[in-house]
T-cell receptor, first 115, second 111 residues
Framework: DAGVIQSPRHEVTEMGQEVTLRCKPI?????LFWYRQTMMRGLELLIY????????DSGMPEDRFSAKMPNASFSTLKIQPSEPRDSAVYFC?????????????FGSGTQLSVL | QKEVEQDPGPLSVPEGAIVSLNCTYS??????FMWYRQYSRKGPELLMY????GNKEDGRFTAQVDKSSKYISLFIRDSQPSDSATYLC???????????FGTGTRLKVLA
């Protein structure tokens, strides 16, 4: 299995631009998570999908952030407009189930820099 | 107060040393406890996974949970330079999907 695949690996953009991050979860996994990692705050859950449906988006910082999961093998996280404080590493993760006994598998992340 | 707290380190040890990494958590209802290892510029990968209290051993790694003191530990025996990474602890309530992560402890094992 190829694991969770994220693209791009690195994104450098200017303030105000739209940024789209992409994720392909592990085949057969029905839960997908988007996390943001910073030195100060660590890993923070942004949004959780189960069976392609957004279940919890309480971690999405502002209306500038949106996420979609049009099918079981693809998800996007969009930031519009981007701001310098959005600079972080964004991880997508997937798991087979929706509860604690199912383990979480992470992608390699997207390093986002907003200038 | 964060729900899961970790000392950020860095922690530097010589090769072959026993390493002790620790976390504390505040929610007594947490039932699942995990340790993730994260190499530089990579995503976290699951290292150890325990349910409720007790010890779990896997090769050179031992995870320990003390629910009475809300303390989570990871011990690494015969540490190797390849163990140099950031170690994240995480906790979760039973029946939920929300992993609560610590900020990670950076470990350097010197050859």
């Amino acid at each position: 299995d190829a694991g969770v695949i994220q693209s791009p690996r690195h994104e450098v953009t200017e303030m105000g631009q739209e940024v789209t991050l992409r994720c392909k979860p592990i085949s057969g996994h029905n839960s997908l998570f988007w996390y943001r990692q910073t030195m100060m705050r660590g890993l923070e859950l942004l949004i959780y999908f189960n069976n392609n449906v957004p279940i919890d988006d309480s971690g999405m910082p502002e209306d500038r952030f949106s996420a979609k999961m049009p099918n079981a093998s693809f998800s996007t996280l969009k930031i519009q407009p981007s701001e310098p404080r959005d600079s972080a590493v964004y991880f997508c993760a997937s798991s087979r189930g929706s509860q604690g006994e199912e383990k979480l598998f992470f992608g390699s992340g997207t390093q986002l820099s907003v200038l | 107060q964060k729900e899961v707290e970790q000392d950020p380190g860095p922690l530097s040890v010589p090769e072959g040393a026993i390493v002790s990494l620790n976390c504390t958590y505040s929610n007594s209802a947490f039932q699942y406890f995990m340790w993730y290892r994260q190499y530089s510029r990579k995503g976290p990968e699951l290292l150890m996974y325990t349910y409720s209290s007790g010890n779990k051993e896997d090769g050179r790694f031992t995870a320990q949970v003390d629910k009475s003191s809300k303390y989570i530990s990871l011990f690494i025996r015969d540490s190797q330079p390849s163990d140099s990474a950031t170690y994240l602890c995480a906790s979760m309530l039973s029946g939920t999907y929300k992993y609560i992560f610590g900020t990670g402890t950076r470990l350097k094992v010197l050859a």
